[in-house]
């Protein structure tokens, strides 16, 4: 703590807080599995990749269908030998044409671009189902780790409080007169190695939750999405 002080020039005193206890929550893989491919980042990047594959496949497929062309003209025409009859009895002229084009060579290009769309398609879907499946293993052995760690946790905490009794009750006994220093020592050592192992659980319990919470971007523990 002097150190950290000296090393940022900090000259008041620091008072150092006990972590706290995570929240005691509970993880439920299938909730969790929901969440990742409803949030994650990475699932919604997997989504695009395929929503992309299928936009492409559509437009090849349009693309080679037939070209049709509509055509449609009116008119009107008169003839006469006498400027005052020209617009009497006027003849209509409409006409309309339909025409289908189908090159031979566009047809087999397009065949060609339905066949590749076809294929990236399912390569893109085999691709995707690997890259989701990868983060849900992910997404269960962080919850496994998480649950892992909270049991160990119980069986630190109860090793810090009985290394600290131990403590105490050979502090008492020295300060009587009834033990020596060098045992004094020793209990003293084992109270500061369990209360290192009862933090070091700890913070691994509070950095396997967030790193759930970001796999998912839910909070667990109020049941809210994050934005």
Same mark, same amino acid.
């Given at each position: 703590l002097r150190q950290f002080q000296a090393f940022f020039f900090i000259k008041d005193s620091i008072n150092l807080i006990k972590? !706290?206890?995570?929240?005691?929550?509970?993880?439920?893989?299938?909730?969790a599995i929901e969440r990742l491919r409803q949030n994650s980042t990475k699932a919604l990047q997997i989504q695009r990749k395929l929503l992309e594959a299928d936009r492409e496949l559509s437009q090849a +497929?349009? *693309?080679?269908? @037939?070209?049709? =062309?509509?055509? /449609?003209? $009116? &008119? %009107?025409?008169?003839?006469?030998?006498?400027?005052?009859?020209?617009? *009497? +009895?006027?003849?209509?002229?409409?006409?309309?044409? %339909?025409t289908f084009q189908v090159p031979i060579l566009d047809w087999q290009r397009g065949k060609s671009e339905i066949k590749i769309a076809t294929l990236n398609k399912k390569s893109i879907e085999s691709q995707?189902?690997?890259?989701? !499946?990868?983060?849900?293993?992910?997404? /269960? +052995? !962080? /919850?496994?780790?998480?649950? @892992?760690?909270?049991? !160990?946790l119980a069986i630190a905490q109860k090793t810090q409080e009985s290394a600290e009794k131990s403590y105490q009750i050979t502090f008492q006994e020295y300060l009587g007169? $009834?033990? &020596?220093? #060098?045992?004094?020592?020793?209990?003293l050592e084992a109270k500061n190695l369990a209360s290192q192992n009862y933090l070091r659980q700890l913070e691994s319990?509070? /950095? &396997?939750?967030?790193?759930?919470?970001? @796999?998912? %971007?839910? =909070? $667990?523990?109020?049941?809210? #999405?994050? =934005?």
């Open positions: 972590p !706290q206890a995570p929240p005691k929550v509970e993880i439920d893989k299938d909730v +497929r349009a *693309n080679a269908g @037939l070209k049709m =062309d509509i055509t /449609i003209s $009116f &008119g %009107l025409s008169k003839s006469s030998t006498s400027l005052a009859n020209l617009y *009497n +009895r006027l003849q209509d002229q409409e006409n309309a044409r %339909l995707t189902n690997q890259e989701m !499946q990868e983060l849900e293993t992910e997404l /269960i +052995r !962080q /919850i496994h780790i998480w649950q @892992l760690a909270q049991k !160990q007169g $009834f033990t &020596g220093l #060098s045992e004094l020592d020793k209990a319990i509070w /950095i &396997g939750y967030y790193k759930i919470r970001l @796999l998912c %971007l839910y =909070d $667990f523990e109020k049941k809210i #999405s994050l =934005d």
